[in-house]
């Protein structure tokens, strides 16, 4: 399995994918949305037999540096591989690299605290999201340069359900 950044030749791969892991259309939409826009910072596939995972980092509005991860997607035939792992990990030393300083994410605390994701780290950040299953990763090492403070998704999650 090969982790690389994404090309327009996946494209439809990477659709098929998300149309096929969520029970709705929206996650699809979403990261087609967020390419649209210019918000999609990174987005990554896992590559096997065709497309078999996607993650995508996408622009917040924050008082620092900051990104939201959302949505990864692995096709149900490789799930608990460990391909998901690999992708947010990935994701993650990419964007460190890159001088962001905090990654947000909603999602299961039991599955994104072994990344690092922190509830309590989040709990001063407002946002549609806020809540107990919304979490916040520093990335550099002085932690967060704010621990509060309104934050937004890029526009294109406004369309998501
Ligand atoms: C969530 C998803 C990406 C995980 O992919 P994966 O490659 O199977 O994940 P990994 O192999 O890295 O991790 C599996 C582990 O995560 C846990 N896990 C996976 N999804 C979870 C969830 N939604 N809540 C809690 N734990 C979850 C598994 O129980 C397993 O735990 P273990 O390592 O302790 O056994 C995959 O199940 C999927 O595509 N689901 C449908 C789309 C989705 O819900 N995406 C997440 C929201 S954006």
Not at 97 to 104: I, L, N, P, R, Y
Not at 121 to 134: D, I, R
Request: aromatic share 10%; charged share 20%.
């Amino acid at each position: 399995m090969e982790i690389r950044n994404e090309i327009e030749a996946d494209f439809a791969a990477v659709r098929e994918l998300h149309l096929s892991a969520f029970p709705a259309a929206g996650e699809s939409q979403l990261v087609d949305a967020l390419r649209r826009d210019g918000d999609a910072v990174l987005s990554l596939v896992a590559v096997d037999d065709g497309v078999i995972g996607h993650i995508v980092f996408s622009h917040m509005t924050a008082p620092f540096k900051a990104l939201a991860l959302a949505p990864v997607a692995v096709r149900a035939d490789r799930r608990q591989q460990g391909v998901a792992a690999k992708l947010i990990s990935a994701g993650l030393e990419l964007v460190k690299a890159e001088g962001w300083e905090g990654v947000f994410v909603l999602g299961s605390p039991a599955y994104y605290t072994r990344f690092g994701f922190n509830v309590a780290l989040a709990e001063g950040f407002v946002c549609q999201y806020s809540g107990p299953y919304f979490m916040a990763l520093a990335l550099q090492e002085n932690g967060l340069p704010e621990t509060s403070g309104p934050i937004s998704y890029a526009p294109a999650f406004d369309g998501l359900d």
